[in-house]
């Protein structure tokens, strides 16, 4: 492509056919479509967005289906490249048309707005992940125009619900309509190819695992009464009790195989051989994303939420607590085994979403294109894989077999906290990662 380092003169100065041409504008129009997603029945859904990517995909004559799972919560799959995904050896690009809400109050710019403003492009899912969505399409629509649609055939994705966990989206594809995904075999999707710097050196993360999720509700039960006499059977007490037990425990470092790559290839830089010892200094290198990559040294437990009673002089019959966990691939026994000690027999313990992890080996053919392509535009970079500490759609498309990556590449500012934009206030992706995203992407279909 001409007009960038490392052009291999495979396509036009015509902006339609340039991958990167459109990208910074799908991205603003995705943004102004409000999916936020409350995790309930409340909500604008994905409807609008879904029928828009449609269309995109329809102006370049690309055939799609929307599936709607419930009123408005619909997700978007279209067949592409070369032979059928029934054939095998297909490969599913996905992404989410969903995003967490957002308070106006809180932000600098409208939310909605896909504003442009000091390089950035703000809004909530900019990087969460609407970047993606527009780097997918901008790539698709540009290689469809210019004839250069890989031999390989594609699935590509864009699913309602992500961010309440896809039960209504890629859970319902997967379940209800398997047929679409026939013949998968691979799937890229988020949260990955991002750039951190560590002692001068970019590092291109590339998602490999990730860890299980169990959001749980834990319920006391014991004795009403009044507030003012002596019971020995209050639930408020034993759940307090639990809750305490939870959040204050100290987890132990367990390293997966992802991250014993990650951390060894840290090591190299900081001089020194990666251990379970020296894990957290080595994590601390990551400057602000070790906020993520510290949560995926160990099983994480947060509470959340806290109910209980209706009046001050009453001893509720019940309390409840709501509490984050999270668990590392290969070690699933030894958190629910912890988890039950720490509840003690007067808690129960209902899951309001229960998740496996996953790990993919980092080798292969798609691994190898990825580092190619992002090598291709920044020589000097690193690129490893990592475990991802939130959970991704891939949850659900892994139930199929597929071996899964999180590959939306981003060339980011060493002085971006990017993590903290996932789900924060102000969030925003630089103009020129959005478009060098699009170009290492383009880049690797070459090779897919």
């Known amino acids: 492509m001409a007009g960038y380092p490392g052009d291999t003169g495979q396509a036009t100065h015509d902006p339609a056919h340039d991958p990167a041409g459109e990208v910074v504008e799908l991205c603003r129009e995705l943004i102004r479509m409000d999916t936020s997603n409350y995790g309930d029945e409340d909500g604008p859904g994905e409807r609008k967005a879904a029928e828009y990517v449609a269309t995109l995909l329809d102006e370049v004559g690309i055939e799609s289906r929307l599936h709607e799972s419930e009123p408005g919560r619909t997700s978007v799959v279209a067949h592409w490249g070369g032979g059928s995904p029934g054939d095998g050896g297909a490969l599913l690009l996905h992404g989410h048309l969903d995003v967490v809400p957002a308070a106006a109050e809180d932000w600098q710019v409208d939310p909605f707005s896909g504003e442009i403003r000091d390089g950035y492009v703000w809004g909530r899912g900019a990087v969460d992940m609407k970047d993606f969505d527009a780097m997918l399409l901008s790539v698709v629509r540009a290689r469809t125009r210019a004839g250069r649609v890989p031999e390989r055939p594609v699935v590509l994705c864009f699913t309602a619900d992500e961010e309440a966990g896809g039960h209504k989206g890629a859970q319902v594809l997967v379940e209800d309509h398997r047929e679409e995904l ?38 006391a039960r014991g004795r ?14 034993e759940l307090a009790a639990a809750v305490a037990r939870i959040g204050a425990h100290q987890w132990p470092v367990r390293l997966t195989p992802t991250m014993r790559t990650l951390l060894a290839a840290v090591g190299e ?12 200094s080595l994590v601390e290198e990551f400057g ?55 509840c003690g027999e ?14 993919t080996p980092y080798d292969g053919d798609l691994v190898d294109a990825m580092g190619r392509s992002i090598l291709a535009e920044d020589p000097d970079a ?47 992706v630089p103009v020129d990662a959005l478009q060098f995203g699009a170009r290492v992407f383009d880049r690797f279909l070459d090779e897919v």
């Open 288 to 342: 602000g994303a070790a906020r993520m990559l510290g949560a995926v040294l160990r099983n994480t437990t947060n509470p959340t939420m806290l109910g209980a009673g209706y009046k001050v002089n009453v001893i509720p019959t019940e309390a409840t607590a709501h509490v984050d966990g999270r668990f590392l691939p290969g070690f699933e026994d030894e958190f629910f085994d912890t988890l039950a000690e720490l």
């Open 224 to 237: 009403a009464g009044h507030g003012s006499m002596i019971n020995r059977e209050n639930a408020v007490t």
């Open 382 to 428: 690193i690129v490893a894989p990592y475990l991802m500490s939130g959970g991704t759609d891939a949850k659900h498309f892994n139930k199929l077999g597929l071996r899964s990556y999180g590959f939306a590449p981003l060339r980011l500012p060493a002085d971006l906290d990017f993590t903290a934009l996932f789900h924060g206030v102000d969030e925003r």
């Open 182 to 219: 026939e013949g998968c075999t691979e799937a890229v999707g988020e949260v990955g190819g991002f750039s951190t710097t560590v002692r001068g050196r970019r590092m291109y993360l590339v998602e490999a695992a990730e860890k299980g999720m169990a959001w749980m509700r834990l319920t």
């Open 269 to 280: 830089l900081a001089g020194t051989e990666a251990t379970p010892e020296n894990a957290e």
């Open 346 to 359: 007067g808690v129960t313990i209902d899951y309001v979403s229960r998740q496996q992890p996953w790990e």
